[in-house]
């Protein structure tokens, strides 16, 4: 089945920069969008932003605009999220998805990845 494998998350402080990892397998996903979202302890997964395969239409969350990019590689069918200037209220598990369409909304993604941590201190 359908196997998405996030990685790269870790402690980083204020600051810095991160870049996440999601694999995907099993199956092709040139049809997909895929998206990253995050859920910190005690909050509702919230939406990062996406990227479909061609490079087309994208959307990011106001919160992460101008900070992340959400980048892919299609031969290693991985994407990824280049996170800079975090914040403390980075901090949260990121999850990687794959959905039918470009959206903000986790309701539209299929498959979702395990998640990593992302723990930025100040």
């Known amino acids: 089945q359908v196997q998405l494998v996030e990685s790269g998350g870790g402690l980083v402080q204020a600051g810095g920069s991160l870049r996440l990892s999601c694999a995907a397998s099993?199956?092709?996903?040139?049809?997909?969008?895929m998206g990253w979202f995050r859920q910190a302890p005690g909050k509702e997964r919230e939406f990062v932003g996406t990227?479909?395969?061609?490079?087309?239409?994208?959307l990011y969350a106001e919160s992460v605009k101008g900070r992340f990019t959400i980048s892919r590689d299609n031969a290693k069918n991985t994407v990824y999220a280049q996170m800079n200037s975090l914040k403390p209220d980075d901090t949260a598990v990121y999850y990687c998805?794959?959905?039918?369409?470009?959206?903000?909304?986790?309701?539209?993604?299929?498959?979702w990845g395990q998640g990593t941590q992302v723990t930025v201190s100040s």
């Open positions: 099993g199956g092709t996903f040139s049809s997909y969008v």
């Open positions: 998805a794959a959905g039918a369409k470009v959206s903000g909304d986790r309701r539209d993604y299929e498959y």
């Open positions: 990227i479909t395969w061609s490079g087309g239409p994208t």
